[in-house]
């Protein structure tokens, strides 16, 4: 789903690539209205994914820094996902330094989480990693 909205800032795409694999494509800059429509739409997909393990791809490449709120909301949201057998986290971002927001705030210790430059490379690793999982 797209959304630009009047408090909104930015835009993001969100659905199903693979059978239980989530991309979520982030673009512009952020406000936390943003971040909690995206939030709140990608728990309510989880609701249809969460009877097996399932992996989210975010493709940060477009998406701007955003205010510390949307990244206390991502980690919130983290974790009502992983109540939903989220199990596999790829990240692609555009910089070092979403790289190292990121990776400060992904420390959870029953997800695994990667970081990618590369999208073919972050879908195939998803792929890979719940195929381990379901084994």
Request: aromatic letters at 8%; one cysteine or more; hydrophobic letters at 45%.
């Amino acid at each position: 789903m797209s959304v630009t909205g009047n408090k909104e800032h930015g835009s993001f795409f969100i659905e199903e690539i693979f059978p239980r694999v989530v991309l979520g494509r982030l673009n512009g800059a952020w406000n936390l209205d943003m971040a909690q429509r995206a939030c709140d739409d990608v728990i309510a997909l989880a609701e249809k994914l969460k009877d097996k393990p399932w992996a989210v791809i975010t493709d940060m490449r477009h998406w701007e820094l955003a205010p510390q709120e949307v990244f206390k909301a991502f980690e919130a949201t983290q974790a009502q996902l992983m109540t939903k057998n989220l199990r596999v986290h790829a990240i692609i971002p555009s910089n070092k330094i979403q790289e190292s927001m990121v990776q400060r705030s992904q420390n959870v210790q029953s997800m695994l989480n990667q970081v990618f430059l590369d999208y073919d490379e972050a879908v195939n690793w998803c792929l890979r990693q719940l195929e381990m999982i379901e084994e």
